[in-house]
Nanobody, 127 residues
């Protein structure tokens, strides 16, 4: 019903920027909240950001991990069925595989709540 395809990641120097995209297919995309998660080697998925779907009074609301607020920005282009994650002032500790995920609900902080997942993309930040 919903398929998520992510852009490629890359290797970035500390202090640099990178923009990830998550393109969705399916007519229900606009009703889903889209979250970004990241997974470092040997670690579980951790929430990065989320943007709510175009339903209810919270449509378009955004949420960020406290440690990332001010550096990362999530946005969506409904006409293009695409969600973006703009990452600025990158640090080595941002190195991880980044995933986008969709849930037919309000934004959730726990990765297990999300039904659909992108393929993941490696982001490496060098010092």
């Amino acid at each position: 019903q919903v398929q998520l395809v992510q852009s490629a990641g890359g290797l970035v120097q500390a202090g640099g920027s990178l923009r990830l995209s998550c393109a969705a297919s399916g007519r229900t995309f606009s009703n889903y909240s889209i979250g970004w998660f990241r997974q470092a080697p040997g670690k579980e998925h951790k929430g990065v950001a989320c943007i709510s779907g175009n339903t209810g009074s919270s449509d378009g609301n955004t949420y960020y991990a406290d440690s990332l607020k001010g550096r990362f920005t999530i946005s969506r282009d409904g006409a293009k069925n695409t969600v973006y994650l703009q990452m600025n002032s990158l640090k080595p500790e941002d190195t991880a595989v980044y995933y986008c995920a969709a849930v037919d609900s309000t934004c959730k902080s726990d990765w297990v709540a999300y039904e659909y997942w992108g393929q993941g993309t490696q982001v490496t930040v060098s010092s």
